[in-house]
């Protein structure tokens, strides 16, 4: 009996461990005073003994095999944080659950929360997107707490039923309008509503501990943001408030923006600044100069120095000392000048424009008489025998213009169908601008049996030009005037220029004598 106590004892023991094979000694188990062979493992390699031998009993037992590794069944989380091993949970999800517990040895406390939070993980990012979602398990397991004939199932991707819980969108779209919806022209609604709703969202299928918790879940999927709808919907009453003021300021901007264009078509424009050539500014040699002052002389005050042949005008030398620095030019010089002026043209026409120049005399004649206007007098003036050509083909008529001290120039300019004063003290005289352009209509009826109408005809006193810095320089102004417009050229020179348009003008009328 001591062997078969010992044997019996060694037996349970080797059962108790073995899952597979219920002990007959437990107290669910009923044994029969004679025990059965179904029991006893029948192993074919020991002979048969008799049943009432000590080994023949001892024989029916399996033999023992080393403990296996004791392993937790994988539990479930209730709702409550209790583990249970209910068979009725989803199939689809207990997988990944008994997967991802396998490795967890029961009793720590510190495993038991790291499941916790993996299953909140778990559970944000499965309501997050809606369709189908892989989850790819870490193999990374530890295989020696897991045994062999573990039925755990490995799950590599699950497919969520939309039906199964609330959509998180579907809340935060009803939360958004609770939010803007609220009260006349999107009231805010009150702290204690936002907050109710919040706790039914964390306390609620979500699962999330917190509001702030549950944002940053909802950060992960860039298509929900609760917040955009509501900034944006505020943006947009910012911007319909500020519309009338905008609207006001792009009037505003407008009727500048078109006063400013008025004032500038107003403005005179200024011409584009044309290439001087070097002629006008050609420096005189020591020749001309040494001729120019033996001229200057007092003993050739008396003398004749040139005579015009075509306007038989007598230059002497006290004529001509007129040019000297600080003096008044005389109507001999003037009309001498313009006389030159033409006769170049004609021997250049392609260089000049055909222009015609009044003498000094011309414009006190047409305003003599009791009208101040006499077109008779100066009638025979511009007759076609005397001038050699049409004075109505020219394209600038220029007549000097003397006021008892001062000289200035009007232009009559048939090619810009213009009427141009020019003043080096930047005067100005409507009656001269209207009396020539009186002249210029009895001028065209009476030589071509016209009547033409100068309405259309800019009036212009001309602002962009050289002016006088002294009280003697007006005549060298006026005459230069004429000089440059009759090339075509800007007026692009300077006070500073006066000596030297002196001396020019000096030898250009004594190089009439070598003539």
Partial sequence: MGALTSNRKRGDECLSLNSAHPSPYSQNFQISKRPRFSYMKQIPDRPILSSNSVASRVSRYPDIKPPLTRVHAPCRTGKFGFFSNREDSSPKTRGVHEKERSGVIM??????HLEKAKSKALDTFRYLNKGKEVIELDEEVETDRVSEDSSIEEVLAIEE???????????????????????????????????????TLTNGPFKVDSAGKMLDSLSLNREVEVPSVVVYKQLLESVERRTPKLEHL??????????????????????????????????LQKEEMAEVEQAFSSANRRRVLVTHENSNIEITGEMLQCLRPRAWLNDEVINVYFELLKEREKREPQKFLKCHFFNTFFYKKL???KS??????????????KLGYSLIDCDKIFVPI???IHWCLAVINKAEEKLQYLDSLKGRDTQVMNRLAKYYVDEVKDKCGKDINLSSWELEYVEDLPEQENGFDCGVFMIKYADFYSRGLDLCFKQEHMPYFRLRTAKEILKLRAD
């Fill in 250 to 283: 792009h009037s505003q901007i407008e009727f500048n923006v078109s006063k400013l264009s008025l004032f500038e078509s107003l403005r005179p424009q200024k011409k584009q600044v044309k290439v001087v050539p070097d002629e006008p500014f050609v420096a």
């Fill in 161 to 199: 039923d939309d039906r199964e819980r609330p959509s998180v969108v579907d809340f935060v779209q009803e939360l958004d309008t609770k939010m803007v919806g609220c009260g006349p022209r999107g009231t805010q609604p009150s702290a204690s509503s936002v907050v109710s709703d919040l706790t």
């Fill in 367 to 369: 305003i003599g008489g």
């Fill in 107 to 112: 009793g720590s406390v510190l495993s038991f």
């Fill in 372 to 385: 101040n206007y006499d077109y008779k007098s100066v009638r025979r003036w511009t007759t076609q025998k």
């Fill in 402 to 404: 003397h006021k008892e």
